[in-house]
């Protein structure tokens, strides 16, 4: 740019004259020399200001309209800088230095072709001109990021779009279209701060710009932020009423805000059917809305779980996070779930996830519990192995025990082979080692909470099943099993 932006010092070799008034022209002249100084200073707004001084006094003068384009641009100002360019080549279309400002105008601005021709004709005028010949290949690098911009945009391949606009960008810093374009992707990337900071600035500039409005309001749709979006997508709108993404996205957030709202306004009603299918049906407007989707499928997740299909409630848990893996409700929401369906390894897993992104009291816990649960799982489940219910009563323990005792006794499979008597013998120690535990209120209470009942003397390694059955049954001689034909037995106390 520096090259390109160099004032000209020197006069073009031929100057139509508009004043015949010799004091004008001087007076021009000292105009053009303060402007050149004061450019030499880097102080361009005062050489643009000599520079326009100049041009009122001599309005056909090619090396004014030359000098001012070059301040213009070093002001970053390459639209305003562009047509003093053009007007330069207009006057003197053999002035190199004129068209070369123009292409790189063009090139600055995105009008990579523009900016082809004009080097193009710098190069016809001086073919050895290596500044020509190198912003030649600059212009075409820009066309060729565009088009692989434009294939991989449709690929939805957005990361190498952010890359060919960054390439095309350094060649052409003042092109909206690039930053639009390279913020759009931005947001459909999740990187939502750069996308904002991207349209923010052109619209400081523009604050008209309908694709800046545009992006702003893709931001806010995608983060959630539906209300806000609305009312950018309709900013955008007013500016260009044609403008066909954003009315796309306008009709979107409309419809999945009302679709969110009544079905959460069905799942406070307790109608939890409407409300999954509400859910659904928003699920299925713009998958592309990560943030919304998660919180769609948790919400659904919770109706399921409401449902008691809880295995779908799991399952849309783990799409919610999937699509947004910061998402502690939809964790907590499945850990739940997990714990409801006794799958107490991988809630204790969710519960861990919560607890390192969020370590309150709450969270701490619930960790806790799942834990606890775990441990407990991995014991033998002396309610199971009775057949009652954790809440199960004493009388409604004894019931059990005598049942199961009586069913694994050894003296009833005697006639069984070895397997099948080992297997039983196994099962009738179990259940009274189940007995045992469960008809102490004691040594129950620590079992229910998950202590070790090897401590204070509660070792069951010296466990005897036939006393437990002795006692029960009242004593030595008090109970027998005797055969009345193959495979038969009846009872017989004493």
């Known amino acids: 740019m520096a090259a390109a932006a160099e004032c000209d010092v020197v006069m ?9 008034d010799e004091e004008a022209k001087r007076e021009a002249e000292s105009f053009k020399e303060q402007g050149n100084a004061y450019y030499a200073k880097k102080d361009y707004n005062e050489a643009y200001n000599y520079y326009t001084k100049a041009i009122d006094m001599c309005p056909k003068n090619v090396s004014y309209y030359g000098n001012r384009a070059a301040t213009l641009m070093m002001l970053g100002k390459f639209r305003e800088a562009l047509g003093d360019a053009q007007q330069s080549v207009r006057l003197d279309d053999s002035f190199v230095r004129g068209h070369l400002r123009e292409g790189k105008c063009h090139l600055s601005l995105g009008n990579a072709m523009a900016a082809c021709r004009s080097f193009q004709r710098a190069l016809e005028l001086d073919h050895k001109n290596a500044q020509a010949q190198q912003e030649f290949k600059n212009a075409n690098a820009v066309i060729e990021y565009e088009k692989i911009a434009e294939t991989d945009f449709e690929k939805r391949d957005f990361r190498k779009v952010v890359f060919c606009m960054d390439r095309a960008l350094e060649f052409a810093p003042a092109c909206h ?4 374009l390279k913020a759009e992707c931005l947001a459909m990337l999740g990187r939502y701060p750069e996308a904002q900071s991207v349209a923010s600035d052109i619209l400081r500039m523009d604050s008209t710009n309908a694709d800046a409005l545009y992006v702003r309001g893709l931001c806010l749709y995608y983060e959630d932020c539906i209300e806000k979006a609305v009312q950018f997508f309709v900013q955008a709108l007013r500016m260009a009423p044609d403008h066909e993404k954003a009315c796309i996205a306008c009709r ?5 805000k009302a679709k969110k709202e009544d079905g959460n306004k069905a799942f406070k009603e307790g109608n939890y059917k409407l409300a999954y299918e509400l859910y659904t049906e ?6 592309n809305n990560i943030k919304t989707n998660a919180k769609l499928f948790c919400n659904r997740g919770t109706v399921n779980s409401k449902l008691r299909k809880l295995d779908d409630a799991i399952e849309d848990c783990t799409s919610a996070v999937k699509l947004d893996a910061t998402y502690i409700k939809a964790y907590l929401r499945r850990a739940q779930c997990y714990m409801d369906t006794e799958q107490y390894e991988e809630a204790v897993r969710d519960y861990e ?31 199971k192995i009775l057949g009652v219910d954790k809440n199960a009563s004493e009388d409604e323990i004894k019931k059990a025990y005598r049942k199961r005792a009586l069913m694994h006794h050894p003296d009833r499979h005697s006639g069984a082979s070895a397997e099948v ?4 013998e196994k099962k009738f120690k179990e259940v009274g080692e189940a007995f045992t535990i469960l008809s102490d209120p004691k040594k129950k209470t ?11 003397g509660m070792n069951m390694g010296d466990f005897d099943a036939n006393n437990i059955f002795k006692a029960f049954f009242g004593g030595p001689g008090g109970f027998s099993f005797e055969a009345s034909g193959p495979g038969n037995f009846f009872f017989q106390f004493g």
């Open 446 to 456: 620590r079992y229910d909470s998950g202590q070790d009942l090897d401590e204070e």
């Open 12 to 20: 073009a070799a031929t100057e139509p004259e508009l004043h015949d």
């Open 177 to 180: 279209r690039f930053k639009i």
């Open 282 to 287: 928003a699920l299925g407007i713009d998958p």
């Open 252 to 256: 979107n957030a409309k419809a999945l």
């Open 353 to 383: 996830k919560v607890y390192q992104t969020e370590k309150t009291k709450e969270h701490k816990q619930l960790l806790k519990n799942a834990q606890l649960e775990l441990k407990k799982s991995k014991r033998k489940d002396y309610y």
């Open 421 to 424: 008597q080992k297997e039983e």
